[in-house]
């Protein structure tokens, strides 16, 4: 499974089940739209950790950098780009 | 037993009975066919005279009829003997009715051939004297019981049932003096009078049915009954509305969203009086309804079977409120807004709404179920509504949802009836339940949407709450269906059967 849609299928299963993961817009406001809160951004950050092998720092944990699947997946090539460096 | 109070109930039937010259004028409208005010009295009498001579004084009469003419004639027989009627709905399963019949221990039972079908079998292992609507079943038996059963302190006039959140129904008893207080004020507050027909729309077994009987019967009006059949489909509710002249509409919401679905482009210019109770309105409906009775005084009612009706709303035709507020209290209704300490709530906040009224129940069957919902405040019973209500500055009240209807979830106080609102005021939304899922003491927030058409989706729902609800109070999974979401019996929609669906999926 792609990166893509192992975080597709994340946040529709732990958030809003109705939706079917492929048709989620990689550039919906995901905080805008209700589907992720405040409490969600943690379990989001939590999962993306142990998913994706990653560290996030305190001071990311910006609700703005999880509004989208574009935001969130900019973040964590970032993360590996600097980890592999 | 004093026989004053349940024979004003019954009186303009005595009076067309033979204490005054006997009228033709129509009385109650079925099926096509008018009934006389004076052959309705007769058959009435005959009733009570079926009724004294089967059942023990004092002693309640189930009474399991389709809405016929017929079934009026032996309500007010029945009244007419100093009993209360207990009215059982034969659309209801067998079981039901037949644990109803149980605690009921009535003197008699009166049923039509659906009636019989269902709790003929009880009846007769219970021993109970049977009476035959219309003279299709098997006559009336005289032989069962002759004792006294069932004695009451005041003299009772009805014994409702309510569905109960619980799901164990109580029974709600009812004085005459109650009912006739009750039917003294609709006939005064809309002018009923015998140039008016009233559609009784909701089942006998329902509280609705009492303004639609005895405010009626009271003030000379006729009534056009809307059987089980008619009652669910909107072309025949039109029917019946032309066909018997209606004047005086009463009914759920629901039912005023068949007949503006069916309507098309007629009027009803002959009808002066909406009435619609027992939930909130929604708006778009509420402004069709402007439309389809050009004519007509609309009024929102509040009640509720306990204490019948004790708040309306008269509706603006401009601009009026949304949503619609509960309103003032009716004359001699006197109320208090209760906080969680059950303590009068300061002005303007919030509290569940206790009301104390000429018109209230009794009490329960159960006396225990009575201790749970009356309190004594100042020396006055208040009962207990479990509805969260303010008053505004301007002293009307605005309803906010069921006191159960707050949940908590995550730590958050959420108001699902607040939620309700919220996603109905969307274009795309038709009916919408919200509810709270546990599964493994995991607790879901969930919305039930019924929507026209299949365009909308949970990112639009999301996204239009969120404009107005924190994110906490989205729910996390919508469920969306063309079809209207499930009722119980009374029309309301029914959040249980939803919650267990969506368990079960």
Known sequence: ?85 | MSTANALTIAEPLCRASGLVPPTSRTSVHCRGRSIAYDSLAGEAARYRDLVNACAPDGAAVAICAEKTAATVAAIAGILMSDRPYAPLDPAHPTARLENLLDALRPGALICDEAGLRRLGGAARRARLAIIAIGGAGPGYSLAALKSARFRTPRPLAAILHTSGSTGTPKQVLISAEAIRVFAEWVTSEFALGPEDCVLSHAPFAFDLSFLDLFASLHSGASIALADAGAAANGARLIALLEEAGVTFWHSAPSALGLVAAAAGDRVFEAVRCVLFAGEPIADDLLQRLFAIFPNARLVNIYGCTETNDTFFFDVPRTDPPVPLPLGRPIDGVDFAILGEDRMPVPEGASGELAVHCPTMMERYGDERQTRKAIRSIGGRRYYLTGDRVRRDAAGLLHFLGRADSVVKLNGFRLDMAEIERVLHAHDGVREVAVFVTEDDGAKTLCASVSAPTEQLTGIDLRRHAMRVLPAHAIPRRFTFSAAPLPKNTNGKICRKTLARARLQA
């Open chain 1, 1 to 85: 499974m792609t990166q893509s849609a192992t975080l597709r299928d994340f946040i529709c299963a732990e958030f809003a089940p109705d939706l079917k993961p492929g048709e989620l817009p990689a550039d919906l406001d995901l905080i805008d739209s209700g589907i992720i809160d405040s409490l969600g951004v943690l379990k989001l950050v939590a999962f993306l950790e142990g998913r994706f092998d990653i560290a996030i720092a305190p001071e990311e944990l910006d609700a703005d950098l999880y509004r989208t699947i574009d935001s969130i997946e900019a973040l964590i090539a970032g993360k590996r780009i600097g980890s592999a460096a």
